[in-house]
């Protein structure tokens, strides 16, 4: 009580993520029995008065041809899980011939926003999707993610991506049935010549 009202005080909100030995939904299984000490893992973040104090952290999203990369941000971003058969990444694709092939060609960008008690920021309204500005009006934080070809032929336009995005991180797709092969490894030398983690 005494972290929130002095939160308030700076605009910002509170949200226990994680206790230990405090009791409460947030509680954590403990291994010990003995161990008799509290603590706690509480996110404090401030309501952005204006767009330049969103937090923004940029990801580019590579791996191999058929990882699963369009598909995970599908499924991420516009909330709905695949079907199996390229739901949630065709909602992605920008050309014609990307959902006949159902492979990234070009550089795609997608946002997601979190309020400041870090919830998602998604529409009231279901089956409507926000658009990015709404999305950024509404958020304290914004992850803003970058979807880039796997396909050797498109190398080229993923390098064009990796650098023109300047991303905070490189998340690294790998499939579970073929492990790190083909072009995973070329974008992963990539990002770490960029300097990216």
């Known amino acids: 009580a005494r972290l929130r009202e002095a939160a308030s005080a700076e ?16 509680e954590a299984e403990t291994v010990d029995d003995k161990e008799k000490e509290s603590s706690g893992k509480v996110l404090v973040r401030q309501n952005p008065l204006t767009a330049e104090d969103v937090i923004e952290t940029r990801i580019a999203v590579v791996g191999n041809v058929d990882a699963g990369k369009s598909t995970m941000l599908g499924v991420l971003v516009k909330g709905g899980l695949d079907d199996g058969r390229g739901k949630a990444r065709v ?10 092939s159902g492979r990234t060609s070009s550089v795609g960008m997608e946002i997601m926003g979190f309020g400041a008690s ?5 529409s009231d309204v279901p089956g409507r999707s926000l658009s990015w500005e709404e999305i950024g009006k509404r958020s ?34 790998v499939a579970a049935n073929n492990g790190l092969i083909g072009m995973s490894k070329e974008h992963l030398g990539i990002a770490l010549a960029l300097n990216v983690p």
């Open 91 to 100: 909602n992605l694709f920008r050309h014609k011939h990307e959902i006949e």
């Open 140 to 173: 304290a934080k914004v992850i803003s993610f970058t979807d880039l070809a796997g396909h050797e032929r498109y190398l080229r336009t993923t390098v064009f991506g990796m650098l023109s995005s300047s991303p905070n991180y490189c998340l690294l797709m």
């Open 118 to 122: 870090g919830k998602i920021i998604v």
């Open 11 to 26: 605009r910002a909100e509170c949200q226990v993520l994680l206790t230990k030995n405090v009791g409460g939904e947030a």
